[in-house]
């Protein structure tokens, strides 16, 4: 038998990935028959039904203990691997913040008088609804507007994973925000008001998040509390069935995603159903605690988006970002492309607690020497000295045409955003029209692509870009391009 390395559970010898969390072996450690570790015993924490649910009520408290048991049956301690990754998207105030602030408060992770100061805060300026929003959203600017402007990182350490829960805004104005925070995901909570339903800001969103390739989503038809009559079954089909729809129409398989009803603001069908006689379906908890953990590419170049960039006293430079591909330790020698700048790697933290070595999927903050903060900004990309990221000059794409008034042509230079980066490009060549669903030639070089319209063409940056071809590195080589809406989507299928 042979443990992962990444999160520990036995695999056969001649396994290639981890059963549990796709992480790619490479010898790993090897164990005779006994895990060493403890699996649960007994049923308590089965409902009626024999569903295995997040854990037993705490007495004291009234809420749920954390008991994290991953997918191989064994147990590892909380705040450790494996790591998932989990995006929060949807329209403009239909309760993301607040979701994730209640997740929080009812597995025990905020204290009741974190939750006490933020309900009398919201209070005093009349926001009292905004309370459990307000454990993420600390920014006075928010909190005076009542919406999240930029993206926020939060550990959460379930039953199943060390999760990194990402709040993205959900106002058409800070989608420039939000598209940093999806391209980081592994997998997205999408969240609907089961009041208005599916609104413009839920078909934006849930198109960039298939566009970024996350292809996993539990969907909260959150403020059920508020329908009439209350908490309506009747109502949550109906939005059920709309989401649905929403989703097939961009590409999303029904095994891709879990439909379920949510009051984050009074806490029904968090942690445990509340007052919803008539769902037998899954528990939030138990819904994002189900998600798959996707294969960690170890063996591939490092290659780590750059987010955020600042200088700490006593540190030096601090660059933060995900890390997409191989592994990061310090003392490696790495470039940031495309300024071609070149340090070593001093020390690596993840929420503040530092760590030996950093994989696939980890948030990083990581300290370089030799490195000024003026030299690297959001959107360069971190490689290894020895094979550092591309930088184009032109590329070749493969795009789809969402929605556009008018007919595009060549020169038309939209913004586009590629992990991380945000930059201008222009259209110096429409190559060829293609039929969206075969990818069959319709036409050779084109006048023009319209909506529903499928292409090749090859952009200019109007500055240096680092990407790479969508066969290489997924993550590198999607993009979105905009024009203050979403426009369409491609991938990068050439660099020149």
């Not at 597995?107 to 905004?130: L, M, N, S, W, Y």
């Not at 006689?277 to 490092?302: C, H, S, V, Y």
């Not at 809406?485 to 991938?491: E, K, L, P």
Request: with cysteine; net charge neutral; hydrophobic share 30%.
């Amino acid at each position: 038998m042979v443990r992962c390395d990444n999160c520990g559970v036995k695999n056969e010898s001649d396994a290639k990935y981890c059963k549990n969390c796709g992480n790619e072996l490479d010898g790993g450690i090897q164990q005779g028959s006994s895990s060493g570790t403890e699996a649960w015993d007994g049923d308590e924490s089965k409902d009626e039904t024999g569903t295995q649910v997040w854990g037993t009520e705490d007495k004291d408290s009234g809420k749920t203990p954390h008991r994290r048991k991953n997918k191989g049956g064994t147990t590892t301690p909380s705040g450790t691997e494996p790591h998932l990754n989990l995006v929060f998207i949807g329209h403009v105030e239909d309760g993301k913040s607040t979701l994730i602030g209640r997740t929080l408060y009812e597995t025990g992770e905020i204290p009741d008088h974190v939750i006490e100061e933020c309900k009398k805060e919201a209070e005093k300026k009349g926001q009292g609804r905004f309370a459990y929003a307000w454990v993420t959203d600390k920014v006075e600017e928010e909190r005076d507007r009542g919406l999240t402007i930029d993206i926020k990182h939060t550990p959460f350490p379930s039953e199943q994973y060390y999760f990194t829960i990402i709040d993205a805004p959900g106002h058409r104005d800070f989608v420039n925000n939000m598209i940093p925070g999806t391209s980081q995901a592994d997998a997205a909570v999408l969240v609907v008001s089961a009041l208005e339903g599916v609104m413009a800001q839920t078909r934006e969103h849930t198109f960039l998040a298939k566009t970024f390739g996350v292809d996993q989503l539990v969907v909260a038809v959150n403020k059920i509390d508020s329908t009439k009559p209350e908490f309506s079954q009747e109502r949550f089909i109906e939005v059920r069935d709309e989401v649905k729809k929403l989703l097939k129409s961009v590409g999303y398989q029904e095994s891709e995603f879990e439909i379920i009803p949510t009051s984050a603001f009074k806490g029904h069908n968090i942690t445990k159903r509340g007052n919803m006689n008539w769902w037998r379906g899954k528990t939030f908890i138990q819904a994002i605690n189900d998600l798959e953990m996707p294969l960690k590419p170890t063996k591939k170049p490092l290659r780590v988006p750059i987010y955020d960039v600042h200088s700490i006293t006593g540190k030096g430079v601090v660059t933060v970002g995900r890390i997409e591909t191989g592994v990061m330790k310090p003392g490696d020698k790495v470039t940031f492309m495309p300024a071609n700048v070149t340090g070593e790697v001093k020390s690596m933290e993840q929420h503040n607690e530092e760590i030996s070595k950093g994989k696939p999927g980890q948030y990083v903050s990581f300290n370089v020497r030799g490195l000024r903060e003026a030299e690297v900004e959001r959107g360069f990309v971190c490689g290894p000295a020895k094979s550092p990221p591309k930088v184009a000059n032109t590329f070749t794409a493969r795009i789809i045409v969402l929605d556009h008034p008018n007919a595009i042509n060549k020169g038309y230079t939209p913004v586009f955003h590629v992990h991380t980066a945000e930059f201008s490009g222009e259209f110096v060549e429409l190559q060829k029209k293609l039929d969206p669903k075969t990818g069959e030639v319709k036409k050779v070089n084109p006048d023009f692509l319209k909506n529903g319209e499928a292409g090749i063409i090859k952009v200019k940056p109007l500055q240096k870009i680092s990407l790479e071809k969508i066969e290489e590195f997924p993550i590198l080589g999607r993009f979105a391009f905009r024009m203050g809406q979403t426009i369409g989507a491609g991938q990068v299928i050439d660099i020149q």
